[in-house]
């Protein structure tokens, strides 16, 4: 489960910063909230991963938007 | 640009709690120790300084966000409850600077070692100074669950994040210890290849 948490996460973060690479290069806001460093409860890994998920949204949309 | 060679100092693998190699099997502290100061940036170093400020302007540092090395500790940044892009790690920070200041300016060492090793890489080195260390330095978890770099008695620093300013080299310091984490998809090789190169330009004119 945490470890597919992990890498649900992982696949996530690399395809969103192609995104932010392609939509807007130095994108700041903040994705996820600070929780860290820490080896976090399963709960907090499953918010990242639901947060990054949102974002990914979001930012995809823009990107097939044509947005820049 | 400075290259590890027969000289290269030892490079020390940190130890791991239990807990901390269970969740993150691929995570590593290594660390080396150089007799060396603060001082002034040296020529040759303010050179390599301003040969990586030609090679990498704004579109060049965008995409060095999603090379390997990069990306594999924005991945392990997120696994462990930071954000990357306000968390900075000196490879960030460095990056930002560039933009801001239009170059990789000179800060004197070992700080300047520190980000052309770190640009050069991929991998967030840190310098700290080793005088008041007490043992091996490692990683684990404090009571609070926080992750970070000790040694025997104290707490260094957080994972991934600035030493205690109490830890800072200063004129005075005799010998630094300059750290790098290795994680998932940036392993102890690249690691260790980066530390030996800030090591070297952390010596140079010593």
Not at chain 2, 63 to 82: D, K, N, P
Not at chain 2, 95 to 102: A, F, K, S
């Amino acid at each position: 489960m945490r470890r597919e948490l992990r890498r649900q996460i992982a696949r996530l973060e690399r395809e969103l910063t192609w995104l932010k690479a392609a939509v807007g290069p130095w994108e700041l806001d903040r994705v996820t909230r600070a929780r860290g460093p820490a080896l976090l409860p399963t709960a907090a890994l499953e918010q990242i991963r639901d947060e990054l998920l949102k974002a990914h949204w979001r930012l995809q949309r823009r990107f097939e938007n044509g947005e820049r | 640009m400075a290259a590890a060679s027969s000289q290269s100092p030892a490079i020390v693998g940190g130890w791991v709690s239990d807990e901390v190699r269970e969740e993150f099997p691929g995570l590593a502290l290594r660390y080396t120790l150089v007799p060396s100061g603060v001082r002034r940036t040296p020529s040759i170093v303010k050179r390599q300084l301003e040969d990586i400020s030609d090679r990498i302007d704004a579109r060049r540092a965008v995409a060095l966000r999603s090379r390997g090395s990069t990306a594999a500790y924005r991945v392990f940044q997120r696994q462990i409850g930071l954000d990357p892009d306000l968390d900075r790690t000196p490879f960030e920070t460095a990056i930002i600077d560039r933009m801001i200041e239009g170059a990789f300016l000179p800060r004197g060492l070992p700080a300047d070692a520190c980000t052309i090793a770190t640009i050069e890489t991929g991998v967030p080195i840190w310098a700290i100074d080793a005088v008041s260390l007490s043992g091996p330095l490692g990683i684990r978890t404090t009571t609070a669950g926080s992750l970070v770099i000790a040694d025997r008695k104290s707490v260094l620093a957080p994972l991934l994040g600035a030493p205690e300013a109490a830890l800072a080299p200063s004129r005075t310091t005799s010998a630094i210890a300059l750290f790098a984490v290795a994680v998932a998809g940036s392993p102890e090789p690249i690691a260790d290849e980066a530390l030996w190169l800030a090591a070297a330009l952390a010596s140079e004119g010593a």
